[in-house]
């Protein structure tokens, strides 16, 4: 058998890269809202401040922008 070195594999174009955050669907559901809202608005991710069943889990807020 050949043995491979797998670090010859390895781009250096690659290397140095910051890595990514993992997205979630949340997360994209934001992007998606984003992208058709008006100028200003922004949506965030936040954790739930309210109610005992939601409280902690990942809700999105709607801010508008200074007009």
Request: hydrophobic content about 45%; overall charge negative.
């Amino acid at each position: 058998m050949t043995q491979a070195d797998i670090d010859d594999f390895v781009l250096p174009e690659l290397t140095g890269v910051a890595s990514v955050s993992a997205s979630t669907p949340m997360q994209r559901a934001a992007n998606q809202l984003q992208k058709v809202l008006p100028p200003g608005w922004q949506v965030e991710v936040v954790e739930s401040s309210q109610g005992t069943a939601r409280l902690g889990q990942p809700v999105l807020r709607l801010v508008m922008g200074d007009f």
